[in-house]
């Protein structure tokens, strides 16, 4: 790697420092097998002074969503998935989708598409809020952990589903939010390839 884009990368660092947009950052590049670049900065524990290393541990959340990304992104170049192919076309109750708004149901005004699951624009979400979506997808969940000590825990296609019945947030492609986007990518995934999402993804590139 030239030094130009190496220097490029530490001011990028330490600018996100600066800004107080993380504690601190390790960077790793590599190509064919070898390391192209290695860079720290910041933190590990700010309060206690320790700064970051190349062998720090770090506790990361929801990378199962870009992973997910990676294995619908596999089907887009094989041509077995289409950016603006309607999810409902895969998982049957997202058609007729409606957009909680202002206490009351609308139309929505076009499907939810797989472009949409990507790039979280699909209108679903969390049940972080008090909104009939966020009230309806905090019971979805509820149900699902119910079910994981049972004899029938839901599966992905199951859940899907079941989150399809649900209003949407917002009109799609009209908005962002953090949500169940990528569960139901997974559930199309597995609707195309037959296979569970996880053993797609350890045919594919997990186990290689």
Same mark, same amino acid.
């Given at each position: 790697?030239?030094?130009?884009?190496?220097?490029?990368?530490?001011?990028?660092?330490?600018?996100?420092?600066?800004?107080?947009?993380?504690?601190?950052?390790?960077?790793?590049?590599?190509?064919?097998?070898?390391?192209?670049?290695?860079?720290?900065?910041?933190?590990?524990?700010?309060?206690?002074?320790?700064?970051?290393?190349?062998?720090?541990?770090?506790?990361?959340?929801?990378?199962?969503?870009?992973?997910?990304?990676?294995?619908?992104?596999?089907?887009?170049?094989?041509?077995?998935?289409?950016?603006?192919?309607?999810?409902?076309?895969?998982?049957?109750?997202?058609?007729?989708?409606?957009?909680?708004?202002?206490?009351?149901?609308?139309?929505?005004?076009?499907?939810?598409?797989?472009?949409?699951?990507?790039?979280?624009?699909?209108?679903?979400?969390?049940?972080?809020?008090?909104? !009939?979506?966020?009230?309806?997808?905090?019971?979805?969940?509820?149900?699902?952990?119910?079910?994981?000590?049972? !004899?029938?825990?839901?599966?992905?296609? !199951?859940?899907?589903?079941?989150?399809?019945?649900?209003?949407?947030?917002?009109?799609?492609?009209?908005?962002?939010?953090?949500?169940?986007?990528?569960?139901?990518?997974?559930?199309?995934? !597995?609707?195309?390839?037959?296979?569970?999402?996880?053993?797609?993804?350890?045919?594919?590139?997990?186990?290689?």
């Amino acid at each position: 790697m030239n030094s130009d884009l190496q220097q490029r990368m530490e001011a990028v660092l330490a600018d996100a420092l600066d800004q107080q947009e993380m504690s601190g950052a390790s960077v790793l590049v590599m190509k064919d097998g070898k390391i192209l670049c290695r860079l720290e900065a910041g933190y590990a524990d700010r309060k206690a002074g320790r700064k970051i290393k190349c062998d720090t541990i770090y506790r990361l959340y929801s990378m199962t969503k870009p992973v997910t990304a990676v294995a619908a992104m596999i089907l887009l170049e094989r041509g077995a998935l289409c950016l603006q192919t309607p999810v409902y076309e895969y998982i049957p109750s997202f058609s007729g989708g409606k957009v909680w708004r202002d206490g009351h149901l609308e139309e929505a005004i076009r499907p939810v598409t797989i472009h949409d699951l990507l790039n979280m624009t699909s209108g679903l979400s969390y049940g972080d809020s008090d909104t !009939e979506t966020e009230r309806r997808t905090r019971e979805l969940f509820c149900e699902t952990e119910r079910r994981l000590i049972t !004899e029938s825990p839901m599966t992905t296609r !199951e859940f899907a589903e079941k989150a399809g019945a649900i209003p949407l947030l917002y009109q799609p492609g009209t908005s962002w939010k953090y949500g169940i986007s990528a569960d139901i990518m997974g559930a199309v995934i !597995e609707t195309v390839t037959n296979q569970t999402l996880g053993a797609f993804m350890r045919k594919e590139f997990l186990n290689r």
